[in-house]
Each structure stands twice: as structure tokens, then as C-alpha cells.
């Protein structure tokens, strides 16, 4: 079992800049690719940033050039660093991790998540 614990939203006003992080523990292994997400009310739940385990990166178009996502294995810890935020990255933002399970045949994807972390930006 993966545990995700994300931590670092709150409040901030347009321009301004927060720093989320997400501690995974219980069965996590550090190759895992890493994600972050968010969902605003009545909106589907969206891709913002993904970190593989070779810390190759990719990037929602809206958030190129204003986010920035890293990782340290060592404390088993994602990072998602927000610049230049917008009223429009309001949303609850989730961690993710995909494992591939094996066993029963077939193989297949299963997706953990956090429980959130809110973030609000005002105009």
C-alpha cells in the first residue's frame, strides 16, 4: 500500500508563489513516475506536472514556464514549485503515483492519490 500525503497550499494573491510537496511512504519505491493534479469545481481533474523516475519532466501547457516539479529520493518527497500564479490555478491539487501491478495476469496500471491540498489564488 502507497500512502500520499500532499502539504503547502493556502492563500495567495495573483504574482504570488506557493510550494507544494508530497511525501509517499508504506510500499512506495523511488522509480515510481510521480504526478501532479488538480480539480477545480465542476472540472474535470487535470495533469499538471509529471516527474519520472529518470526526472525527465512534462508540463500542462497552462503551467509551462510558471511551474516546476522535482523530487528527492532520498526523503521520498515530490515537489511542485508554483511562480507567477493566476486566479485560474485555483483548485485542489492532488499527488499521484502509477504502479504496475502484475499478479493475477493481466498486467495492469493502478493510480494512488493524496487527499489534496487546496489552493486559492486571488485577483
Known amino acids: 500500500q502507497v500512502h500520499l500525503v500532499e502539504s503547502g497550499g493556502g492563500l495567495v494573491q495573483a504574482g504570488g508563489s506557493l510550494r507544494l510537496s508530497c511525501g509517499a511512504s508504506?510500499?512506495?519505491?523511488?522509480?515510481?513516475?510521480m504526478g501532479w493534479y488538480r480539480q477545480a469545481p465542476g472540472k474535470q481533474r487535470e495533469l499538471v506536472a509529471s516527474?519520472?523516475?529518470?526526472?525527465?519532466?512534462q508540463y500542462a501547457d497552462s503551467v509551462k514556464g510558471r511551474f516546476t516539479i522535482s523530487r528527492d529520493n532520498a526523503k521520498n518527497t515530490v515537489d511542485l514549485q508554483m511562480n507567477s500564479l493566476k486566479p485560474e490555478d485555483t483548485a485542489v491539487y492532488y499527488c499521484?503515483?502509477?504502479?504496475?501491478?502484475?499478479?493475477?495476469?493481466?498486467?495492469?496500471?493502478?493510480?494512488?492519490w493524496g487527499r489534496g491540498t487546496q489552493v486559492t489564488v486571488s485577483s
Open positions: 499521484n503515483t502509477r504502479i504496475l501491478v502484475r499478479t493475477p495476469f493481466p498486467p495492469r496500471w493502478v493510480d494512488y
Open positions: 508504506g510500499s512506495f519505491v523511488n522509480n515510481n513516475a
Open positions: 516527474i519520472g523516475s529518470g526526472a525527465s519532466t
